[in-house]
């Protein structure tokens, strides 16, 4: 099977897609995807620079290299517009801020943290963990966060006890390897090293002025409650993050604060492809693209077809079944877990809510379902 465009790896080459916006193609390592786009807006005073990569040395000189061929110096970067907290798209941000005082923008929920202990609620996602951060800040920081990582470990060592790793319905939530969770804590340590502050917070229905350009904001829950997407009405543009990817689908968690996060992105997806006159979609995975429509479409249509393949393996089972069962008939083999079960949480619930399933809640907290 080919590649798809998502899972190609970072080009060097820095290209422009649209009057004063370059593509730069930034290299990740997370499964199914090989590069994240950062886009450069120019103007007069330097650039706004859209979703910086990971964090760590690697993307960072990646980064360095892109803007030095498109003439930008680190410090006339004056703005960070940052899609939504995964790490592939903020982990830039904090240090364009420190190396040239840039200013942050992000949805004014933007949040993120390391894995953390049951007693606090995690979001994660199929991004947040299965990132392999290169590094947990500079090298002369390298012996603070050898001894954070230290600590990070006793801490794990304590709390493991206590820790109930149960989801809501009855599973295992889901978690990095060890030495993963390590890092991402040392991070912590490290404070606002790796997270960015955000010195501009947005909400949906703000207009920004980029380039001496307007750009609306438009707040698109679905991936992450967080996510926002920018309009640009005047050149028909439209800045996508991860709503709208060009041949995947982005991961919808059933781990969220949302009771339904997948009717969160079903109505975010409707929002997007009712605007007019949209000439370009520049997505934060893939190549640029001209259907903003047709491809809000397309996804819909992967989902209504899984919701539509869970009620087909309820009528099989002939009984109410637990997460764990549908995610095991719902995906293969390679896929079962705990992030398998996530989503497939998120579209059982999907279809309880909508009044197309059933909920039993056992003694001992299983949820088990019956669709129809």
């Not at 650039?47 to 993307?59: H, K, Q, R, S, W």
């Not at 002369?140 to 990582?149: F, R």
């Not at 599973?171 to 912590?188: D, N, S, V």
């Not at 497939?344 to 809640?361: D, S, V």
Request: aromatic share 8%; charged share 25%.
């Amino acid at each position: 099977m080919p590649r798809r465009q998502e899972q190609e790896d970072a080009r060097p080459e820095v290209t422009e897609v649209a009057p004063n916006i370059l593509r730069m193609e930034l290299p990740i390592r997370l499964p199914g995807l090989g590069h994240v786009n950062c886009f450069a807006i120019l103007d007069e005073n330097g650039a706004t620079v859209v979703d910086p990569g990971l964090p760590g040395p690697y993307t960072w000189r990646a980064l360095q290299d892109r803007l030095r061929k498109a003439g930008v110096a680190i410090k006339h970067v004056h703005t960070v517009f940052v899609s939504h907290s995964h790490p592939d798209h903020f982990g830039g941000a904090a240090r364009l801020a420190k190396e040239a005082g840039a200013e942050i923008i992000a949805h004014r929920s933007f949040s993120f943290g390391p894995p953390a202990p049951a007693h606090e609620h995690t979001e994660a996602s199929v991004d947040d963990l299965a990132v392999q951060a290169e590094d947990v800040g500079r090298a002369e920081d390298a012996g603070q966060a050898e001894e954070a990582a230290e600590e990070a470990e006793r801490s794990e060592r304590s709390l493991a006890p206590f820790e109930n790793r149960k989801t809501v319905w009855g599973g295992e939530r889901p978690r990095p390897p060890f030495f993963t969770r390590l890092k991402w804590i040392a991070m912590r340590y490290l404070g606002g090293k790796i997270i960015p502050t955000i010195t501009h917070p947005v909400e949906h229905g703000d207009v920004l002025e980029l380039a001496g350009r307007e750009w609306f904001v438009l707040h698109t829950p679905g991936h992450t409650g967080d996510h926002v997407c920018l309009h640009d009405p005047e050149n028909g543009i439209f800045l996508a993050g991860d709503h709208v990817l060009p041949t995947i689908t982005p991961h919808i968690s059933g781990l969220t604060s949302s009771a339904d996060p997948l009717a969160s992105f079903f109505y975010s997806l409707d929002r997007v492809a009712e605007i007019p006159e949209v000439k370009l979609v520049l997505p934060a995975h893939g190549h640029p693209f001209e259907d903003l429509p047709g491809r809000c479409a397309a996804i819909k249509r992967h989902h209504d077809e899984r919701l539509d393949k869970i009620g087909s393996i309820s009528k099989g089972f002939g009984r109410p079944a637990t997460v764990e069962e549908f995610s095991r008939k719902l995906f293969k083999p390679r896929s079962w877990g705990s992030m398998a079960e996530s989503e497939t949480y998120a579209h059982l619930e999907h279809l309880r809510i909508a009044g197309r399933a059933e909920r039993r809640i056992e003694m001992e907290g299983t949820y088990r379902y019956e669709a129809g």
